[in-house]
């Protein structure tokens, strides 16, 4: 029965993919407003990267949503796996404490560079959040206890989404529509390009990479205490 059931979704699926596929002229762009973003990005937002304009520019209210979603996600999660203390577990080993000291700075650095970059190149805040909090993962699973301490990333995820919304009620308050990039546009391309918009990529970058590396811990937490 779960099979048939399961045959009928994709049939009605595929049905319904080939008709709007079908209603669609071949080479004809169905969407009006992206070739609009496309020609005023470069004057209106100053972003090499297109998706950073829309992300944080033209929709910046949604990515706001975007990231309370995730806040309120960790902070169930965390509420739910509690704050059991943790029993000791075995260390990693040799070859894993050595990849981890290997692999934690070089998961840093590329962290933070797709977040810096994020305004130019495909990636930005929540790409680079999530190699930032695997980078602060690594010494927990090598070395069980030595994690970072909670208290710091609190702070961060807290004073991360502070700047956010200030960033944002800051152009408000200058008669623009919210998270309206601030300062000068920059040179096209150039790291310093984009207005505000590097600076809201670095808060979301840091609010990402703290909510997922307290998550983290708190599932290694839950781990250790269960096994």
Do not use: C
């Not at 969407?31 to 090499?48: P, S, W």
């Not at 990636?123 to 699973?141: D, E, K, M, S």
């Not at 919304?165 to 984009?194: K, M, N, Q, W």
């Not at 979301?204 to 781990?223: I, S, T």
């Amino acid at each position: 029965m779960r099979n048939i059931a399961t045959l009928l979704f994709l049939g009605g699926l595929a049905f319904l993919l080939i008709v709007i596929t079908g209603s669609l002229d071949f080479g004809a762009p169905p969407m009006r407003i992206g070739t609009q973003i496309q020609a005023a990005t470069a004057g209106d937002v100053g972003t090499a990267n297109i998706v950073t304009a829309v992300v944080l520019g033209y929709r910046g209210l949604d990515t706001l949503g975007e990231l309370s979603i995730l806040f309120a996600a960790a902070t169930a999660g965390g509420l739910v796996l509690g704050s059991a203390a943790a029993r000791a577990r075995p260390d990693g080993g040799f070859i894993l404490r050595a990849g981890a000291d290997l692999m934690f700075p070089l998961l840093l650095i590329a962290g933070l560079y797709i977040v810096i970059h994020g305004h130019l190149t495909p990636g930005g805040g929540f790409q680079g959040g999530v190699i930032l909090a695997a980078a602060f993962f690594l010494p927990l699973l090598a070395r069980p206890g030595t994690t970072p301490g909670h208290r710091w990333l609190m702070w961060i995820e807290g004073l991360s989404g502070a700047t956010f919304i200030v960033i944002g009620l800051l152009a408000l308050y200058r008669g623009d529509a919210f998270l309206t990039p601030l300062f000068d546009h920059g040179t096209l391309g150039e790291l310093v390009s984009g207005g505000s918009l590097p600076l809201l990529y670095l808060a979301v970058g840091l609010k990402v990479g703290a909510e997922l590396a307290g998550l983290l811990m708190r599932l290694a937490q839950d781990d250790e205490v269960t096994s």
